[in-house]
């Protein structure tokens, strides 16, 4: 067994603290844990379930406050996944994405993990991810579809 027990929180940068609340609380129900300006830095905390938290500070600025790249050329972490507890909240999570323009919808199955990908407001790459049972299927092998699938 790890001796951790998950993710406490990731630190990430922003062009607008206020949009990238908005959008985590709008999309998955979040709870804004802290929102403070701490010597001219304005930061907060987004708890997204399961004691996991996005620490996002505001640097409208910094070139790093806007997510570039494709998959792999992002810098040193790509991408997240967020877990969901059911295929219910999946599809939920999904019709939000795709009202909100965030998402195109796809649902990719990789066996073990079902996911859907999205941007949020400074374009970081995000999944919303079910642990499956099935094996893990090679990209080559993986199954998308643009609806929901039960």
Known sequence: MPL???INH???????????????????DAAVIF????DGVRHAAVDIGSGAALHAFAVPDNPHASASGGIFDRGHLDHLAINVADQ?????????????????????????????CFHDPDGLEVEVALWGTGPVRRFDERITTTAPSG
């Open 88 to 116: 219910a909240t999946l599809d939920e999570a999904r019709r939000r994405l795709v009202e909100r323009g965030a998402s195109d919808g796809v649902v990719t199955d990789f066996g073990l993990v079902k996911s859907i």
């Open 35 to 38: 929102d403070i300006d701490e």
């Open 10 to 28: 990731l630190a990430l940068l922003t062009r607008d603290l206020d949009a990238f609340i908005s959008f985590y609380v709008e999309i998955f």
């Open 4 to 6: 951790t027990t998950g």
